[in-house]
């Protein structure tokens, strides 16, 4: 398996919990360099899509796909096609220096 990577059940756990109270205080996430190089080295991946999570210790989270060129998520485990997320939210986690950031 690789890194960084969440099981589709937890992913939609969290998918759930945003949907029904989401942060709003949440403005960036960081994405590991690592995730992003593997889900784009997976099979079939053109693109990627993020969706929104909360943890089950109330953590902001951003869940990363492959999309293949059909515009379809690439979610399967046995095809080595993974949900990814290290990430982590600003708050607290940013750049207060960031021009984005002090607006």
């Known amino acids: 398996m690789a890194e960084n990577t969440i099981t589709l059940e937890q992913a939609q756990k969290w998918a759930r919990n945003w949907r029904n109270n989401p942060n709003t205080k949440v403005i960036a996430f960081l994405i590991p360099e690592v995730d992003l190089t593997q889900v784009m080295a997976e099979k079939n991946t053109v693109n990627i899509r993020t969706?929104?999570?909360?943890?089950?210790?109330?953590?902001?989270?951003?869940?990363?796909?492959?999309?293949?060129?059909?515009?379809?998520?690439?979610?399967?485990?046995?095809?080595?096609?993974?949900?990814?997320?290290?990430?982590?939210?600003?708050q607290p986690d940013c750049d207060v220096n960031s021009p984005l950031f002090n607006i």
């Open 51 to 90: 969706y929104l999570g909360i943890d089950d210790q109330n953590n902001s989270k951003l869940m990363i796909v492959g999309v293949d060129s059909n515009g379809k998520d690439l979610i399967d485990d046995k095809n080595g096609q993974y949900i990814y997320d290290m990430t982590s939210a600003c």
